[in-house]
């Protein structure tokens, strides 16, 4: 009986503790929902340079220099780097310990693998043209050395040299996100598929864990960072949300923490109900029309220029964008001026309708006028307010110049494919800055910038001031060289710049740590959920 008892006590007990377990609050699990304006074309790091992707990159891989939630240039997988005097020779010490999640050491070979690999032929990566300062950059992509001759070194484990062919002040900027490291064992055993979920390796704060082409990528804490332990969300998912439409909709009923732009026509709404919301900073933007100078007429600068003079960049900001952007007669924003003196166009001071007849009497000179219309398609993804844009582009050019456009629009990544490949006569892009230098925006009409270079553009004088720019260590110098390449690109035209971009974002007021900045770039890994 006494034994009966206590077996009766015990189950009391064990019962009593289920209870307890069973209805004891669980944590919520830390996920920041966020929006990304369109789906990823490439998880790999060199074979990309949309930023749409690149945001989720920076969350998976950290390079040898990051950036803190302020976007300042700060120690990454490197802790330190010595400069040589004549601000050629980098050499970087990488953090002592530091793996990869598979939970191989991470090491300098893996950097000069990966610098390597981006400058090979091979790859085809778009980006390679931005790391030509690295001695012998430019020769190994262009296959005319191997890429055994690139000049980064991996001296030991830990310590990596890099040797430029001219002092490059924006260096350590630049390698934030130029070049990752990637993982050459998972490469060489899967292929291009060593970026899919169950093959992918990183070194950064997330790793992949689920990727629903069209729909969301799904990342989670890496607790085989170097800094896991201050990386307070457990995932990140990032939803394509190039409808802004839905995006907002989404937002507005709580399934989207942050939205990275919406609708124009819902500006006035969210100024007056969703103020504290809202966050609005001038970023290292531009926002253009690109013209395929290897397609007639547009291998005419002439007309290219009429259809720049055309557009009334006053009025698509203020009644179209209506977002703060700022009208651009320049390539380069604000934010990369620093001792830089614009090239504006010529055309600024001129009233729109002086700009007009300016325009018609181009026109005239290249043999269009009511007797032979010039006649082409303007392309633009599909989105709200660049479909807005285009119409009231189209309009412009319509009543300004009486030419015949015709609008078509298409999915980001089907956009980027066709003009990657020429396949475009007329279209609207845009470009974010790599760096705060000038050149991050120049760049784009160097002819040997094939991956960025839509426009097609060759021009042997522009080129030839470009690359004196780079080899010059004389700041004044630069600039000068710089803004005599960016007279040409405003005289001639291959790209059209509209606006300066304005990043527009809805954040809920629970996610703590994302800091507005002039880069556009906020890490996961200092971002925080305080839900009421």
């Known amino acids: 009986m006494k034994c009966s008892a206590r077996l009766r006590q015990v189950s009391h007990y064990v019962a009593l503790l289920a209870l307890l377990f069973a209805t004891a609050p669980v944590a919520a699990e830390a996920v920041f929902h966020r929006g990304n304006i369109g789906e990823p074309d490439s998880l790999d790091p060199h074979l990309t340079t949309s930023g749409y992707a690149t945001n989720i ?19 990454g997988a ?4 010595t400069i040589s005097e004549d601000g050629k020779t980098y050499v970087f010490t990488l953090r002592d310990g530091m793996v990869w ?9 893996d950097f000069e693998y990966s610098f390597k690999r981006m400058l090979d032929p091979a790859t085809a990566s778009r980006g390679a043209p931005m790391l030509y300062m690295i001695e012998n950059g430019r020769p190994v992509n262009a296959g005319h050395m191997s890429s055994d001759e690139l000049s980064v070194t991996a001296i030991d484990d830990r310590t990596l040299e890099i040797r430029l062919e001219a002092p490059t002040p924006f260096f350590l900027e630049l390698i934030v996100h130029r070049c990752f490291p990637v993982p050459r064992w998972a490469i060489e055993a899967h292929g291009r598929e060593w970026t899919r979920a169950e093959n992918i390796i990183v070194n950064g704060a997330f790793t992949l864990e689920e990727w629903v082409p069209q729909t969301s990528v799904k990342i989670v804490r890496n607790p085989s960072f170097f800094d896991a332990e201050s990386v307070e969300l457990d995932s990140v998912v990032y939803y394509t949300t190039e409808d802004l439409s839905a995006a907002f909709n989404r937002y507005r009923a709580g399934e989207l923490d942050m939205v990275i732009s919406f609708p124009p026509s819902q500006f006035d709404w969210i100024k007056e109900n969703l103020a504290d919301d809202l966050r609005m900073t001038q970023n290292l933007g531009l926002e253009y029309i690109t013209f395929n100078t290897t397609k007639p007429p547009f ?13 009334d960049r006053e009025t698509l900001t203020a009644r179209v964008m209506r977002g703060g952007e700022k009208p651009s007669y320049s390539l380069i924003p604000e934010g990369s001026r620093v001792g830089y003196e614009p090239a504006f166009a010529d055309y600024r001071e001129l009233s729109q309708p002086e700009r007009n007849a300016r325009a018609k009497a181009l026109l005239a000179d290249a043999g269009y006028g009511p007797d032979n219309p010039l006649s082409f398609s303007f392309r633009y993804n599909s989105q709200e307010v660049l479909r807005r844009v285009a119409a009231a582009a189209a309009a412009m050019w319509q009543r300004g110049l009486d030419v015949e456009v015709s609008l078509l629009n298409s999915d980001l990544n089907v956009l980027n494919a066709d003009l990657r490949n020429g396949d475009y006569e007329v279209a609207r892009y845009q470009w974010f800055g790599e760096h705060r230098d000038p050149s991050t925006f120049l760049y ?11 426009s097609k553009y060759s021009n ?17 110098e630069r600039m000068r060289l710089m803004r005599d390449a960016e007279r040409i690109a405003m005289d001639e035209a291959p790209i ?8 527009k974002r809805l954040v809920k007021p629970f996610v703590m740590g ?3 900045n002039v880069r556009g770039i906020n890490l996961g890994r200092y971002v925080s959920i305080e839900r009421p």
């Open 78 to 81: 490197a802790e330190s780097w």
């Open 299 to 311: 291998d005419d600068p002439r007309v290219r220029l009429a259809l720049s003079m055309a557009l």
């Open 101 to 109: 999640s598979d939970g191989t050491p991470v090491t300098a070979s």
């Open 514 to 516: 994302l800091e507005d």
């Open 444 to 454: 784009l009409l160097e002819s040997d910038a094939v991956g960025d270079n839509h």
């Open 57 to 75: 990159i920076f969350d998976m891989f950290i390079g040898l220099t990051t950036v803190d939630a302020e976007a300042n240039v700060v120690p």
């Open 460 to 476: 042997p004088e522009y080129d030839r001031l470009m690359q004196q720019s780079y080899a010059s260590a004389d700041i004044p």
């Open 496 to 503: 059209a710049p509209l606006n300066y971009y304005v990043s």
